[in-house]
């Protein structure tokens, strides 16, 4: 059975106490398989998520950051000062990959201000920090509140950071929207079309209303 399909039902057992874990044997799960639905579920529902790194933090935030993992760039450490940060990132805007930053902690809130900036403040962000360490982060929110967060605790102004930036996705139509129909429909099993179509948005990250829509088509 599809992964999308099972992803309720997983959710469900770690909400009971379960503990899960997503393995492959071809590698770093998340990397061009739909395991992300996944991970985008659990920080939907409030579950945490931590990775088993490799040689790479970079591979490793992205497998946690509940974001599409088909397609994405590692970009590293952004320029130092505000101009050749902001045009460089001006110059990534308008990429619908997911995008993969490094940063230092004496830049971090002066970096995700310019990424507002630049991107807006309601682009979907992971923030990790310290993977796999005793005081592991992982972060899930739009770039606005990430800066509010990173504000408020100056430990998280500390340590390796991995910022993982959601694409500038441009919304689905409706042929674009029957290749979720099958997680729809599941959904549908248990949920009103309003509860599926807000837990269809956060695991696929397409707009909440146009998958209301199709959910209504699919009703018929």
């Known amino acids: 059975m599809p992964l ?8 469900e057992m770690i909400q009971q106490g379960h503990s899960v874990a997503l393995i492959s044997d071809a590698g770093t799960p998340l990397v061009s398989d739909p395991g992300y639905q996944l991970v985008q ?3 939907a529902a409030g579950v945490a998520v931590s990775p088993v790194v490799g040689a790479s933090a970079a591979i490793g935030a992205l497998s946690v950051a ?3 993992s088909d397609r994405f760039s590692f970009i590293g450490f952004l320029p130092a000062k505000t101009h050749g940060r902001q045009k460089q990132l001006d110059a990534l805007k308008s990429a619908t990959e997911t995008l993969i930053f490094y940063e230092a902690p004496h830049r971090i809130i002066a970096s995700l201000q310019d990424m507002a900036t630049v991107f807006g403040g309601e682009r979907q962000v992971t923030f990790c920090r310290e993977l796999t360490k005793t005081f592991e982060t992982v972060h899930k929110s739009t770039l606005e509140a990430l800066i509010e967060f990173v504000k408020a605790d100056e430990n998280q102004q500390r340590g390796e950071m991995v910022i993982v930036v959601a694409g500038n996705n441009v919304a689905a139509d409706d042929d674009d929207l029957s290749v979720h129909d099958a997680l729809l429909k599941r959904l549908l099993e248990d949920l009103s079309v309003k509860k599926a179509a807000a837990l269809a948005a956060d695991i696929t990250g397409v707009k909440k209303n146009a998958l209301y829509q199709r959910l209504l088509t699919l009703q018929q």
């Open 4 to 11: 999308q399909i099972q992803t309720p039902k997983i959710i």
């Open 41 to 43: 579920a659990a920080h």
């Open 66 to 68: 509940g974001l599409p």
